[in-house]
């Protein structure tokens, strides 16, 4: 679906005009927009549209090879195509009601989501899902909390369902995280952001509100060394954005930031953690522990030892 009106913002998609399409992975879209080349046109791609054309899916590597080769000046952290080169955008919550019309998985999603600020991105916003796609959704704001309210709800009355034993085993490998198995599923049990609707997976993602991502950009600091710190959060209000940020009470660092969406509402307002990642320091002085200063973020992990002392006890 394209916007003319709405600024284009974290998880929304688009298209240039060659057909490729990308994932935003960023809300500072002025003039260049943030994104990660995703399909990409291919006459055996397993993948098509519903004008019959086929794609299929980029790997991450592979799209960055692509992006240096094809579009060099595209180049960055992340792809930064020009707005004049956008042929389409697509917005998860503008096409929600249109999905559901044909789609009885996201349908049922919107039902118990309803009232909310509610989306769907990923394959199935573009066009190139299937039935049996994990289904991507996207709460805006601060619907969000009262969004996993509403899954937790919906698990007990059985409208959905919780993951099974095997699916969280394979979140867990396919995260690969620094912790151990019973470490990762105490965490992620009380997030709600995950779930089964008949067979598929689904998740919740959050993002800002465009009052909220209004002249918010994340900033490039000086890397510096691998350190581990135990803080306490100050603030957890975006512990669920994309990048995750806690706020910290700490002598060296005023945040503790993962880029991984493994340690996304890791902890809580009060809690005691562990963090170990890379220092950064930026230029108005603020430093952060970043967390996920690599795709793989290996030996890197954020744990709330309240939680896990709280199941010690």
């Given at each position: 679906?394209?916007?003319?009106s709405?600024p284009?913002?974290?998880?929304?998609?688009?298209?240039?005009?060659?057909?490729?399409?990308?994932?935003?992975?960023?809300?500072?879209?002025?003039e260049?927009?943030?994104?990660?080349?995703?399909?990409?046109?291919d006459?055996?791609?397993?993948?098509?549209?519903?004008?019959?054309?086929?794609?299929r899916?980029?790997?991450?590597?592979?799209?960055?090879?692509?992006?240096?080769?094809?579009?060099?000046?595209?180049?960055?952290?992340?792809?930064?195509?020009?707005?004049?080169?956008?042929?389409?955008?697509?917005?998860?919550?503008?096409?929600?009601?249109?999905?559901?019309?044909?789609?009885?998985?996201?349908?049922?999603?919107?039902?118990?989501?309803?009232?909310?600020?509610f989306?769907?991105?990923?394959?199935?916003l573009?066009?190139?899902?299937?039935?049996?796609?994990?289904?991507?959704?996207v709460?805006?704001?601060?619907?969000?909390?009262?969004?996993?309210?509403?899954?937790k709800?919906?698990?007990?009355?059985?409208?959905?369902?919780?993951?099974?034993?095997?699916?969280?085993?394979?979140?867990?490998?396919?995260r690969?995280?620094?912790?151990?198995?019973?470490?990762?599923?105490?965490?992620?049990?009380?997030?709600?952001n995950?779930?089964?609707?008949?067979?598929?997976?689904?998740?919740?993602?959050?993002?800002?509100?465009?009052?909220?991502?209004?002249?918010?950009h994340?900033?490039v600091?000086?890397?510096?060394e691998?350190?581990?710190?135990e803080?306490?959060v100050?603030?957890?209000?975006?512990?669920?954005?994309?990048?995750?940020?806690?706020?910290?009470?700490?002598?060296?660092?005023?945040?503790?930031?993962?880029?991984?969406?493994?340690?996304?509402?890791?902890?809580?307002?009060g809690e005691?953690i562990e963090?170990?990642g890379?220092?950064?320091?930026?230029a108005?002085?603020?430093r952060?522990?970043?967390?996920?200063?690599?795709?793989?973020?290996?030996?890197?992990?954020i744990?709330?030892l309240?939680?896990?002392?709280?199941?010690?006890?």
């Amino acid at each position: 679906m394209k916007s003319t009106s709405s600024p284009i913002r974290l998880r929304d998609f688009v298209r240039d005009s060659n057909d490729w399409i990308y994932s935003v992975a960023a809300y500072d879209n002025d003039e260049t927009v943030g994104c990660l080349l995703r399909y990409i046109p291919d006459e055996n791609g397993e993948r098509v549209d519903p004008s019959g054309n086929r794609y299929r899916k980029v790997a991450f590597e592979e799209a960055y090879e692509i992006i240096a080769r094809v579009h060099p000046s595209y180049v960055g952290l992340m792809h930064r195509i020009p707005l004049t080169d956008i042929a389409w955008v697509y917005k998860p919550d503008c096409a929600v009601s249109t999905l559901a019309e044909h789609d009885t998985q996201v349908h049922r999603l919107s039902e118990l989501f309803s009232g909310l600020a509610f989306g769907v991105t990923g394959s199935r916003l573009v066009g190139l899902g299937s039935s049996d796609s994990d289904i991507d959704g996207v709460v805006y704001g601060f619907d969000f909390r009262a969004a996993q309210v509403r899954l937790k709800e919906g698990i007990k009355q059985g409208i959905v369902s919780d993951l099974s034993d095997e699916l969280w085993e394979a979140v867990y490998k396919k995260r690969d995280p620094e912790l151990s198995y019973d470490e990762f599923f105490v965490h992620e049990a009380r997030k709600w952001n995950r779930g089964q609707i008949d067979e598929t997976y689904f998740d919740l993602l959050y993002v800002r509100s465009y009052a909220e991502m209004m002249n918010y950009h994340v900033p490039v600091g000086k890397k510096g060394e691998i350190r581990e710190i135990e803080a306490v959060v100050t603030d957890d209000r975006y512990a669920y954005d994309s990048p995750a940020m806690y706020l910290v009470n700490h002598v060296e660092y005023d945040a503790v930031v993962s880029f991984t969406h493994t340690y996304s509402g890791q902890a809580l307002i009060g809690e005691r953690i562990e963090a170990r990642g890379v220092a950064e320091t930026h230029a108005d002085g603020t430093r952060w522990l970043v967390i996920g200063s690599t795709r793989a973020a290996k030996g890197e992990y954020i744990r709330s030892l309240t939680l896990l002392e709280s199941f010690q006890s």
